[in-house]
């Protein structure tokens, strides 16, 4: 997602300032890399791995930052040539070094980023807040036999239900201020927590229950090695969960209560969903009866749903990242490969999600829409209805071969409305897929399978849940892999072994993450911009 107040898309060749190459210096290996630079008149300084093409929309950049209030400096060593440009990422200050190819060229982009500047000097303009306006809200059919689906996937009220579903969730897209003494709070450390059991751990840290001294709720925190995610080239996967997590909220995605940074690592403090797992369930039962997938497909429509009106592609569909809360309710977590600014006609190309639940368009090498959210969907849902995936081979060549050609099979048991939503949900030409159009979750409302549904008792949690965990208390873990449960949770110094860091070097790590801490105050958004301080550190294994 573009930081400054338009996004690359909307972006014309006849507002650039200034284009040319330069060399960047790297944030984290500090070496020199040619990027093509553009300054646009509106203050953006945009920075590219290759020139744009004529006459087609620009790509989206590698470097992204505002010029406006500007200060530039002139460096002869260790290059001839260096400048060195105060600005704006995001709402924070940083300072970039950039050296030309001559005294003529670095002349022109200073002239040209102290004219922008100046040109802007004093303003309040806040891009961040143009970007955060939402869009206007299409106008609902009330006699619709769908406008309950309509309102529960958008947020918004319908005639005859008044006050019952009245909460818009998309206002929670943007930042609002708290005024009370809870936001004024000190900063959330790890100290404001007692870690009770390790719920998960991987690649990049582990994942804790946890319960918060202040108040003794219980949250999972989940805590990332900084070093690993920078390592790993997952710093933009990392920011973007966070992003998501703060501005959207719905009764099925998980929640974000907190996010924070100690020295080393960032944390994400969570609900806690103890159900377990979808994956667990169904592993456990071999398949579900077409009433209980009904119950949690219509859930994770009206969440896919909703995350598509705020221009949201999921990209991570999988029985591993739909939990059940205390209630049987779905939970729908891990939000590292969501992909913003996607609306319908909007494509994307990264190849990123899970074999088995990959689309045929992305592994064609497509530019893909949020359509590959619905593929993920029909993917999860026959799980739960058939006991196995639709497409499946151990040899991964051949698993995108089925994928892309295999033909769909389907129990005898199988009711007709099922076997037809399965079949219009892995149509492998998205644009035939059903959720393909431009009303999206509104397509799939409308299938048959779904015609005894009623989409706002069900946004509003009225509709009893077909199976209820069986967990005996809040820090029940029984449904959580006793691998992990098991291990103590051992929070020490980190090894202080090898070189240590120069404060550059540390400088340029924090750098990435200095708009990540967040505090979610009774219902309403607080960012907490602060840059990371002396706090205790811990070696998370």
Same mark, same amino acid.
């Given at each position: 997602?573009?930081?400054?107040?338009?996004?690359?898309?909307?972006?014309?060749?006849?507002?650039?300032?200034?284009?040319?190459?330069?060399?960047?210096?790297?944030?984290?290996?500090?070496?020199?890399?040619?990027?093509?630079?553009?300054?646009?008149?509106?203050?953006?300084?945009?920075?590219?791995?290759?020139?744009?093409?004529?006459?087609?929309?620009?790509?989206?950049?590698?470097?992204?930052?505002?010029?406006?209030?500007?200060?530039?400096?002139?460096?002869?060593?260790?290059?001839?040539?260096?400048?060195?440009?105060?600005?704006?990422?995001?709402?924070?200050?940083?300072?970039?070094?950039?050296?030309?190819?001559?005294?003529?060229?670095?002349?022109?982009?200073?002239?040209?980023?102290?004219?922008?500047?100046?040109? *802007?000097?004093?303003?309040?303009?806040?891009?961040?807040?143009?970007?955060?306006?939402?869009?206007?809200?299409?106008?609902?059919?009330?006699?619709?036999?769908?406008?309950?689906?309509?309102?529960?996937?958008?947020?918004?009220?319908?005639?005859?239900?008044?006050?019952?579903?009245?909460?818009?969730?998309?206002?929670?897209?943007?930042?609002?201020?708290?005024?009370?003494?809870?936001?004024?709070?000190?900063?959330?450390?790890?100290?404001?927590?007692?870690?009770?059991?390790?719920?998960?751990?991987? %690649?990049?840290?582990?994942?804790?229950?946890?319960?918060?001294?202040?108040?003794?709720?219980?949250?999972?925190?989940?805590?990332?090695?900084?070093?690993?995610?920078?390592?790993?080239?997952?710093?933009?996967? %990392?920011?973007?969960?966070?992003?998501?997590?703060?501005?959207?909220?719905?009764?099925?995605?998980?929640?974000?209560?907190?996010?924070?940074?100690?020295?080393?690592?960032?944390?994400?403090?969570?609900?806690?969903?103890?159900?377990?797992?979808?994956?667990?369930?169904?592993?456990?039962?071999?398949?579900?009866?077409?009433?209980?997938?009904?119950?949690?497909?219509?859930?994770?429509?009206?969440?896919?749903?909703?995350?598509?009106?705020?221009?949201?592609?999921?990209?991570?569909?999988?029985?591993?990242?739909?939990?059940?809360?205390?209630?049987?309710?779905?939970?729908?977590?891990?939000?590292?490969?969501?992909?913003?600014?996607?609306?319908?006609?909007?494509?994307?190309?990264?190849?990123?999600?899970?074999?088995?639940?990959?689309?045929?368009?992305?592994?064609?090498?497509?530019? *893909?829409?949020?359509?590959?959210?619905?593929?993920?969907?029909?993917?999860?849902?026959?799980?739960?209805?058939?006991?196995?995936?639709?497409?499946?081979?151990?040899?991964?060549?051949?698993?995108?071969?089925?994928?892309?050609?295999?033909?769909?099979?389907?129990?005898?048991?199988?009711?007709?409305?099922?076997?037809?939503?399965? %079949?219009?949900?892995?149509?492998?030409?998205?644009?035939?897929?059903?959720?393909?159009?431009?009303?999206?979750?509104?397509?799939?409302?409308?299938?048959?399978?779904?015609?005894?549904?009623?989409?706002?008792?069900?946004?509003?949690?009225?509709?009893?849940?077909?199976?209820?965990?069986?967990?005996?208390?809040?820090?029940?873990?029984? *449904?959580?892999?006793?691998?992990?449960?098991?291990?103590?949770?051992?929070?020490?110094?980190?090894?202080?072994?090898?070189?240590?860091?120069?404060?550059?070097?540390?400088?340029?790590?924090?750098?990435?993450?200095?708009?990540?801490?967040?505090?979610?105050?009774?219902?309403?958004?607080?960012?907490?911009?602060?840059?990371?301080?002396?706090?205790?550190?811990?070696?998370?294994?």
């Amino acid at each position: 997602m573009s930081m400054t107040s338009l996004s690359t898309k909307s972006r014309r060749q006849e507002d650039v300032v200034i284009e040319g190459w330069l060399h960047k210096k790297g944030e984290h290996i500090r070496n020199w890399r040619p990027r093509y630079f553009m300054i646009f008149n509106d203050g953006a300084l945009l920075g590219f791995r290759a020139k744009p093409k004529e006459g087609q929309p620009f790509p989206e950049p590698l470097n992204d930052f505002m010029i406006k209030d500007a200060a530039t400096m002139l460096f002869e060593k260790p290059r001839p040539n260096m400048f060195m440009v105060r600005c704006l990422q995001w709402t924070t200050v940083i300072e970039r070094t950039f050296y030309a190819e001559s005294a003529e060229v670095r002349q022109r982009w200073i002239h040209a980023i102290e004219s922008i500047s100046k040109k *802007y000097k004093g303003t309040n303009a806040n891009p961040q807040e143009e970007l955060m306006e939402t869009n206007q809200q299409p106008k609902i059919d009330e006699d619709s036999e769908f406008a309950g689906a309509a309102h529960a996937i958008m947020g918004q009220p319908s005639s005859g239900h008044g006050d019952n579903c009245s909460i818009d969730f998309r206002a929670s897209m943007i930042s609002i201020a708290d005024t009370s003494e809870a936001a004024k709070r000190d900063k959330i450390t790890m100290e404001d927590f007692d870690f009770l059991k390790v719920l998960g751990k991987g %690649t990049f840290g582990k994942v804790i229950l946890c319960k918060e001294k202040r108040t003794q709720k219980l949250y999972a925190i989940k805590i990332l090695k900084k070093d690993v995610i920078i390592a790993r080239e997952e710093v933009a996967h %990392t920011l973007t969960e966070n992003r998501v997590l703060q501005r959207c909220k719905h009764p099925f995605l998980t929640e974000l209560k907190y996010s924070f940074q100690e020295q080393h690592y960032l944390c994400f403090v969570m609900q806690f969903a103890n159900g377990g797992e979808l994956f667990t369930h169904v592993r456990k039962c071999g398949t579900f009866s077409e009433p209980r997938a009904r119950f949690y497909g219509a859930e994770i429509v009206l969440a896919l749903g909703y995350l598509h009106r705020c221009d949201i592609v999921y990209r991570d569909m999988k029985l591993e990242n739909l939990l059940l809360d205390k209630d049987g309710h779905i939970k729908i977590a891990d939000f590292g490969l969501c992909k913003e600014e996607i609306s319908f006609g909007d494509k994307t190309s990264t190849f990123c999600g899970t074999p088995e639940y990959l689309a045929p368009e992305v592994l064609d090498d497509h530019d *893909y829409g949020r359509c590959v959210d619905w593929w993920g969907v029909g993917v999860v849902m026959y799980e739960m209805m058939c006991g196995r995936l639709p497409f499946y081979s151990k040899d991964h060549n051949k698993l995108f071969e089925l994928i892309m050609a295999g033909d769909l099979r389907f129990p005898s048991k199988l009711s007709q409305e099922a076997r037809t939503l399965l %079949t219009g949900l892995l149509v492998k030409d998205p644009t035939q897929r059903l959720g393909g159009g431009p009303e999206d979750a509104l397509e799939i409302c409308r299938a048959d399978f779904f015609r005894t549904v009623d989409w706002e008792a069900t946004y509003r949690k009225e509709i009893e849940p077909p199976y209820k965990p069986n967990v005996q208390s809040e820090t029940d873990t029984s *449904y959580f892999d006793n691998e992990f449960t098991s291990q103590p949770v051992q929070l020490t110094p980190p090894s202080r072994s090898g070189a240590l860091a120069t404060v550059d070097e540390q400088e340029e790590m924090q750098s990435n993450f200095t708009q990540f801490s967040f505090h979610n105050v009774m219902g309403s958004i607080n960012r907490i911009h602060e840059a990371s301080e002396d706090n205790e550190d811990y070696d998370m294994g």
